[in-house]
């Protein structure tokens, strides 16, 4: 089966910033384009970044110019550097293939003084 372990959230103060971390198993990685998501108590899930096979990228505009998506094929990895961190980018996230409805732990960040 699919799986992708997120890891990397905490708590943080806003201004801060955390590099978030997916390892994924059981597919062909480097041929799939990855996303993050984030879903916050009581809103919908909304895709945050994706990341295709060949490195090009996509983001969300409410986060343009503070997060950034990366991937390391050949550890099965895909990574999101998240900064300038706002009290409303409180929220699970999670990482899986983009069309993919599958979702596993994700990974908690809060952003508080």
């Known amino acids: 089966q699919v799986q992708c372990v997120e890891s990397g959230g905490g708590l943080v103060q806003p201004g801060g910033s955390l590099r978030l971390s997916c390892a994924a198993s059981?597919?062909?990685?480097?041929?799939?384009?990855m996303g993050w998501y984030r879903q916050a108590p009581g809103k919908q899930r909304e895709l945050v970044a994706s990341i295709r096979s060949s490195g090009l990228t996509d983001y969300a505009d409410f986060v343009k110019g503070r997060f950034s998506i990366s991937r390391d094929n050949a550890k099965n990895t895909v990574y999101l550097q998240v900064s300038s961190l706002k009290p409303e980018d409180t929220a699970v996230y999670y990482c899986?293939?983009?069309?993919?409805?599958?979702w596993g732990q994700g990974t908690q960040v809060t952003v508080s003084s």
């Open positions: 059981g597919i062909m990685f480097r041929i799939y384009t």
């Open positions: 899986t293939i983009v069309g993919y409805d599958s």
